[in-house]
């Protein structure tokens, strides 16, 4: 029986169901994601690279500004490694600070324009970060984090640098409060990088580190993800031999560019391949659907839930009129209903497919033309080898069979930030171990059906249930709690927290509630609260998580 596994997984059956001219090896292009973006910028001067909010930018534009801030960051004394922290939405400050970052040999850490002055203050904190980039509009939350020693200098960014003159006479401008240095407007530090003389950019290894992306962990603490140089080249170019995108492509881009599936399959593969993206810093269906049509976009990636948003929009069959050719879905999976309905009214198809921070983002996919299969993630991705494991004993498993989900391909991440143990559990000997329950069928499509790590996915971000226990195990009045993920008709998961109180406590869910968002992103508190007397656990007391969660599919208390 396991060598009939053996073999399955030697043939590679996945193969003979690639769409027409979908290689099965890819030759790699030399350089990092910033040298292919200068190529890239050379052959497309005068092409658009960004649209934002009826302003276009082009590539030689947008490479002078990059430049612009790899000058100023060196000037800084930003040198090769050094890591520079991004708090920005999909804005062109955002395309353009990650650009420079690279540019002058640093590392890029993105950060959720969402995430609280806690979370911000760990990650500047883990990451050693010596600049920070942010939106004006989260001034209040940075202000905080001014005096921290080891922060070179702060910089702002306003939504009306890169807005169109009539928009910005519009635009309710509110000039804010600046404390003194280290802070520093963005259109300040881009003018006066470009009056610096130009230095030979940095020199790098493939191996080098490019960017760091933080992730949940299920130990509550947020770990730093490191991706190479090699990695996120490599993972764009598997990107463009799927999507085989053109430079007549418009690819809107809503999906944030501080996770790793914007990062790769919406901003990477677009600037490195000369297409024009439509940024979106915040989803809005009514907007979305506007544009979709307006700018003729053909390529779009979103969660299930953004595409719930769509379909249910009054204005969603306008999308017939647009020109869209595919749609991408990832984070979870989306419901066969859901599929049926976008594809009947947009004329378009939605191919949804899986990956993982720790492997940049995809790894496998729904053939653009041919066979999609319901309920599966398709097929692996060119020079990515997928194996089916028992959990336990590690023996491979065979066709329909499930067990945990392993990895290896050349754009895997090189570990966790500072987390040796943490990296020596997930990587090894050269596989990525997914946590993740799967099956192949005989076709070799492949299955999500469990995840082993308590992982809630909510509304397409990753929810952690151990860091929300954390926090609650600070209020006096808990004496323990469990969070497990709900089903949800929109966000297709929400926490849901159980709490059994100390002796003679009073505690109300409101108060829960607001605790709770002082300290974690909204997306991340629980949206609904039990009090109970007991929670089951284990005979060593350790609460049964899965129970509270089968408990809860079953409709029981």
């Known amino acids: ?23 099965h090896r890819l030759d790699y292009p030399e350089g990092s994601i910033d040298e292919l973006f200068a190529r890239s910028a050379e052959r497309h001067s005068g092409r658009e690279a960004l649209r934002f909010m009826g302003r276009r930018v082009s590539y030689a534009e947008l490479e002078r500004s990059a ?180 430079p007549s492509d418009l690819f809107l881009a809503v999906l944030p560019f501080f996770h790793g599936f914007g990062l790769s399959v919406a901003l990477n593969l677009s600037l490195v391949h000369g297409l024009t993206l439509v940024l979106h810093p915040r989803f809005d269906a009514g907007t979305v659907l506007k544009d979709l049509v307006r700018e003729g976009v053909t390529l779009f990636a979103g969660v299930p839930t953004m595409y719930t948003a769509l379909v249910n929009h009054p204005r969603f069959d306008t999308l017939r009129r647009g020109k869209l050719r595919g749609c991408f879905v990832g984070a979870a999976a989306a419901p066969e209903r859901l599929k049926q309905r976008f594809e009947e009214r947009s004329g378009s198809v939605l191919i949804e497919g899986y990956g993982l921070t720790e492997a940049v983002t995809a790894k496998t996919a729904n053939p653009v033309g041919g066979l999609k299969k319901q309920r ?112 949800d008709d929109y966000m297709g998961e929400v926490p849901k927290a159980f709490i059994v109180l100390q002796p003679g406590a009073e505690l109300s869910a409101d108060r829960a509630r607001s605790y709770l968002e002082e300290r974690l992103a909204r997306y991340k508190v629980p949206r609904h609260y039990e009090f109970r007397d007991d929670l089951p656990t284990s005979p060593i007391g350790k609460v049964l998580r899965k129970e509270l969660e089968r408990r809860q599919s079953d409709g029981c208390s």
């Not at 399955?8 to 979908?22: C, I, M, Q, T």
């Not at 009056?195 to 191996?207: E, F, I, K, V």
């Not at 760091?212 to 490191?226: C, F, H, N, Q, R």
């Not at 929810?463 to 709900?486: D, F, M, N, Q, W």
């Open 1 to 23: 029986m396991r060598d009939e596994a053996a073999r399955f997984y030697d043939s590679r059956p996945w193969l003979a169901h690639y769409d027409a001219g979908v290689p």
């Open 67 to 246: 430049t612009a801030i790899a000058n100023r960051l060196r000037d800084l004394g930003i040198a090769p490694g050094d890591r520079v922290l991004m708090c920005l939405p999909n804005t062109p400050h955002f395309a353009a600070c990650y650009l420079g970052v690279l540019g002058c040999g640093g590392v890029a850490v993105p950060a959720s324009p969402l995430d609280t002055t806690l979370e911000l203050e760990h990650k500047i904190r883990d990451s050693g970060a010596r600049v920070v980039f942010f939106l004006d509009l989260l001034y209040e939350r940075v202000e905080p984090l001014l005096t921290l020693p080891e922060v070179r200098a702060f910089v702002t960014a306003d939504l009306t640098d890169y807005l169109p003159f009539f928009k910005r006479l519009l635009y309710p401008l509110r000039q804010r409060r600046l404390a003194p240095p280290p802070i520093e407007r963005y259109s300040d530090f881009v003018t006066e990088g470009r009056g610096l003389p130009a230095s030979n950019p940095a020199r790098r290894s493939a191996d080098d580190l490019a960017v760091i992306l933080y992730t949940g962990g299920t130990t509550g603490v947020s770990k730093g993800v490191m991706l190479s140089h090699r990695a996120l080249v490599v993972n764009q170019a598997m990107a463009q031999a799927w999507i085989r995108a053109a």
């Open 376 to 487: 599966s993630v398709g097929l692996p991705w060119p020079d990515v080898e997928a194996r089916i494991v028992d959990p336990e004993s590690g023996e491979i498993r065979g066709v329909g069979e499930n067990g945990e989900l392993l990895l290896r391909s050349p754009d895997l991440m090189s570990g966790y930030w500072n987390a040796a143990a943490a990296t020596a559990e997930t990587l090894r000997d050269g596989w990525l171990h997914t946590g993740d329950i799967a099956h192949f069928d005989e076709d070799g499509y492949l299955f999500i059906v469990d995840r082993k790590k308590d992982l809630i996915i909510c509304g397409g971000h990753n929810v952690y249930p151990t860091e929300i226990e954390e926090h609650l195990a600070r209020l006096p009045e808990v004496k323990l709690s469990c969070v497990v993920g709900i089903a």
